[in-house]
């Protein structure tokens, strides 16, 4: 569970309405050819109001890749069913069995580890089966499904609901006609060989939008896992914006503590920096540089724009510096960026960061 620091001189700002707009849009759009959508959680730590949100638009599937972040939306109340993303570590079955609907599966030692588990409890545990098509993250072996699948099907305690695959996250690979068409056949095929009619055949994330748009049939895919072009209004291929999607549902702020005329080149003899890096710079004359109240400890920098037309020279890990250029920053201003997936992930994990909702 994230506590977040009281005294903290940074926030994340949330607008929900932004977030339930781009959820709204996305379930239609997706839904406009037979796509349902997991909304994931695992990029805000399974926020509760963020949960609710997407739940109150229309999406009854939270898919998160951590079983605590799981616990805290169920403890929260919140109404929806609950997939764990990822294959289940073998420490962690009990609590699959006990707090999660559906979990991603590859292994099937962990299979029959959740199935002894969950026929000790009476439960049925349902999984999807993730199938590997290139982006060489996890997945069962295709040319091994059969058999894989034969073999679970001899267990009691689970019950597969699905097959699924993930793409553009490793090997960045990407979803195309070819490889969605044959996830397609692999559904086909189980349904055929084993009267096994699949609920979910998962065709991927956020990655799948320039696949969707291009494709008048989508084959047997009927699900989506989405999480990046909910909240930050994107695909993820080329990071091009969805259209009528909002961008700016997170903005980072933070506050100016220093703010002086000084020199743009480093004087002195010069070692490493806080990174173990030895740091070059140009010089620029006298420039105007104000120093913001966060790091690399607080944020991944790397990953944020500033709204002011200001840029950031670098970081340690608690001071941002600033080339102010024309605008004027005084101590005490706030200072507004946009986030990317990274600087997302980095301030919803970071205890340092207030999380404002709007
Ligand atoms: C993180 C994750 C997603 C969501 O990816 P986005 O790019 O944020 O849409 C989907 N599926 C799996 C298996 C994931 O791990």
Known sequence: M???AVL??????????????????????????????????????????IAKTFVDSGINMLADSKIENIKKMRDAGIASQFVLLKSPALS?????????????????????????????????????????MGDLREGILPEQLIVFIEEVLKLSGVIIVGIGANFACFGGVKPNEKNMHYLSELSRM?????????????????????????????????????????????????????????TDAFIFVSEVIESKIKPSLPYGEIGQDAFGNLPKFQDLGLMRRAIASFGHQD?????????????????????????????????????????????????MTSVYVTKKYI
């Open 190 to 246: 189980v349904d055929v060989k084993f009267s096994l009619p699949l609920l979910y055949v998962s065709g991927g994330n956020s990655a799948n939008y320039n696949w969707f748009m291009d494709s008048p049939n989508v084959g047997s895919i009927n699900n989506l896992r989405l999480g990046e072009s909910i909240y930050l209004g994107r695909e993820t291929l080329d990071r091009k914006v969805i259209p009528g999607l909002f």
């Open 2 to 4: 994230i506590e977040t």
């Open 92 to 132: 962690e079955a009990e609590a699959v069995i006990q707090y999660v609907d559906i979990s991603l599966n590859t292994e099937l030692f962990v299979i029959k580890k959740l199935a002894e588990i969950a026929v000790g409890k009476d439960k049925i545990h349902q999984i999807i089966l993730m199938i590997e």
């Open 299 to 347: 944020v991944l920098v790397e990953g944020l724009t500033p709204e002011l037309d200001v840029a950031i020279l670098g970081s340690s890990s608690d001071h941002t510096i600033i080339n102010a250029r024309r605008v004027d920053l005084k101590v005490g201003d706030e200072v507004r960026f946009s986030l990317n997936y990274g600087a997302l992930l980095s301030v």
């Open 8 to 49: 903290a001189t940074s926030r994340v700002e949330i607008n929900l309405a932004k977030i339930a707009h781009n959820a709204d849009q996305l379930v239609r759009l997706y839904g406009s050819k037979g796509i349902g959508i997991m909304g994931v959680t695992k990029t805000v730590c399974g926020d509760a109001k």
